[in-house]
C-alpha cells in the first residue's frame, strides 16, 4: 500500500513542471506577472481541482478514478468515453517527455542535437520509462521520489548560491520594455504547469487509508509546487 509521501510526489510530478516548467511564463509575461500568477493561480483552480480530486477519490477509492466517477454520475457510456479521452489526451501529452529530457540533455552532450543519434536517445528513454512503468506501481513509487529529489537537487544549491545575488528590484520587472505580452502562451503555462490534480485517483485503490492520505498529499504537493515555483522565480 502506498503512503502519503508517494501519492504526494506523485501529485506534484502529475501537476508541476517544476523549475523547468515555468520560464516561458517568465518570457511571455515578465517576473512580476509570473510570480503572481503562480502565487494566485493555484487558489483559483489547483486547489478547488485538488479538493474535488481528495473528496471523490475517497468516495470511490478505487483505481478507475475519474473513471469511475463518470460512469457514477452519468452511466457505463460516459464512463468508458471519459477513459478513452484521458488515454487519448496521456498518449498525446507523454509523447513530449522523452523530447523534453534529451532537449536538456543536448546541452551538455551536443551530438543528441539532431540526426540518427537524437532519434536513438529519444527511442531509449521511451523504452527505459515504459520498462519502469510494468515493473510496478511500488517501483514507480519510490522512482518518483528518488527523481524528485535529485532533479530539485540543483535548483536548492543554486537558490542558496544566489542569495547574495538577489535584487528585490526585479521581482516587480513587467519584462522589456516594447515586446508586447504573449497572454495566451503565458496562461497556457500557468494552467499546464498546475493541471491535472486528477490523476492523483487512479492509484487510489493501491493507498493506505485514503480518507487520511489523500487530502494530507493533495494538500502537502499544493505548497511545495507554490514554494517551487515562487523561488526559482
Known sequence: MLRDFWVGDFSFYQVAGGPYGEEPAVRSGGPLLAILGF???????????????????????????????????FGPFWG???GFWKFLSGVINLASYPV?????????????SSGFPRYVAILMSTMMLSFLNYTGLSIVGYTSVILGVISLCPFIAMS?????????????????????????????????????????????????SPQKTFPKALFSAGILIQLVFGKTD
Open 80 to 82: 468508458s468515453l471519459m
Open 160 to 208: 542558496l548560491i544566489s542569495i547574495p545575488s538577489i535584487d528585490p528590484v526585479r521581482w516587480f520587472s513587467l519584462g522589456e520594455k516594447g515586446v508586447k505580452k504573449d497572454w495566451r502562451l503565458f496562461f497556457n503555462t500557468l494552467f499546464w504547469n498546475l493541471n491535472f490534480w486528477d490523476n492523483a485517483s487512479t492509484l487510489a485503490g493501491e493507498v493506505e
Open 39 to 73: 502565487l494566485v493561480f493555484p487558489f483559483i483552480w489547483s486547489i478547488p481541482e485538488a479538493l474535488v480530486t481528495a473528496e471523490l477519490a475517497t468516495t470511490f477509492p478505487g483505481n478507475g478514478g475519474f473513471v469511475i466517477w463518470a460512469h457514477e454520475a
Open 100 to 112: 523534453l529530457c534529451i532537449d536538456y540533455l543536448k546541452l551538455v552532450i551536443p551530438v543528441l
